[in-house]
């Protein structure tokens, strides 16, 4: 029998439960692939999932292993599946888990093209942050041109594709990110970047914003203090605390729980390649680090996309 590295948990807790296993290598089942990862990131939703926060909403099978973001090469194909081949590159979301090891087998339906013009280990940062951001930016946010889009939150993973997808949507993004990460969020695009380490943000804020984007989890009093900085008539999207406008004040506002849809999967790809959309690795570590990883980022202490090599 084969068997591979994985990093798994067989209870919740804190991130010392993570353990590297050796485990028999999958074979793909019917309507599947066996997908040889070059790479997985780090989403702090698995850090949630992990320490058995999200149990009302996933019902995870112990042992569990981590990891949604698929980044790899086609390694077996399983009966039914059209469309790939041997030695494809691929990524996808896989809600299941299972990419934190060196095979994980997936529905072919989830896997598109990986973009040809970036490392594929890299590609692993952009389904589940490229995905979120697809949505908040675009079908919630429904950026464009002309308008004033603030940011909240502009340094994480998901961060770094909202500012660039804002301005390539045509709007004028103002972000908030710390002094660690404002270069790369100018470098990403925005046209000013305010400190939120340095004071309040509506007194650094020049006027209010058509819509807010906000990627922070936030108490409930900076939650309301943030509602006042969008424009009657404006839109909140939230992909972390729910954010509620004054009843007057003629704001929508979304909390949003983004989902797996390949096609704007494949549209992040085609932008990627386009030079549109650029990929933000802050670090790259080998998965035997995946615990130190949700330890760093329970701290505060990671930025940008962090991703896990087998
Ligand atoms: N609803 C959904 O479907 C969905 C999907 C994905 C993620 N999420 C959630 O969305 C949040 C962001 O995800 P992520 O992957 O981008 O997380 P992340 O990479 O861990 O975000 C870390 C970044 O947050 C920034 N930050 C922390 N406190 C801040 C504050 N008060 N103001 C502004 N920025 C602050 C830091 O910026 P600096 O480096 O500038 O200090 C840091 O770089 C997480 O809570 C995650 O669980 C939700």
Not at 63 to 73: E, I, R, S
Not at 97 to 119: D, F, H, K, N
Not at 166 to 194: C, F, M, N, W, Y
Not at 202 to 207: E, H, S, V, Y
Request: aromatic share 4%.
């Amino acid at each position: 029998m084969t068997m591979m590295k994985t990093a798994r948990i067989h209870e919740y807790g804190d991130a010392s439960v993570i353990r590297y296993d050796a485990v028999p290598r999958p074979r793909p089942g019917s309507d599947e692939v066996l997908v040889r990862i070059a790479a997985t990131s780090f989403n702090p939703t698995e850090a949630a999932l992990r320490a058995g926060l999200l149990q009302s909403f996933f019902t995870l099978d112990l042992p569990y292993t981590l990891g949604w973001d698929v980044a790899g090469t086609v390694a077996e194909i399983g009966a039914g599946v059209e469309g790939f081949a041997v030695g494809d590159r691929v990524i996808g979301r896989f809600d299941g888990g299972g990419a934190a090891a060196e095979y994980v087998r997936v529905p072919a339906a989830l896997l598109v093209a990986a973009p040809v013009s970036v490392p594929l280990a890299h590609a692993a940062a952009l389904p589940v942050a490229g995905l979120t951001a697809w949505q908040a930016v675009l079908e919630h946010g429904k950026a464009a041109a002309g308008q004033r889009v603030l940011v909240n939150g502009a340094g994480g993973g998901v961060g770094g594709f909202v500012t660039q997808l804002a301005k390539h949507a045509g709007a004028e993004v103002i972000a908030t990110a710390g002094p660690r990460s404002t270069e790369a969020v100018l470098r990403q695009g925005a046209d000013q970047v305010i400190d939120y380490t340095a004071g309040p943000l509506g007194t650094a804020l020049d006027g209010p914003v058509d819509t807010l984007l906000n990627l922070v989890p936030l108490s409930p009093p900076e939650a309301a203090a943030l509602a006042p900085l969008v424009r009657p008539g404006g839109r909140i999207v939230s992909i972390a605390s729910p954010i509620e406008p004054a009843a007057d004040a003629e704001v929508r506002a979304v909390h949003m729980v983004a989902r797996n849809d390949v096609a704007h999967l494949a549209a992040l790809v085609e932008l990627v390649d386009a030079g549109a959309l650029g990929i933000d690795i802050s670090d790259s570590r080998p998965l035997a680090d995946l615990a130190d990883v949700h330890r760093l980022s329970e701290a505060g202490r990671i930025r940008g996309k962090v991703i896990l090599i087998p």
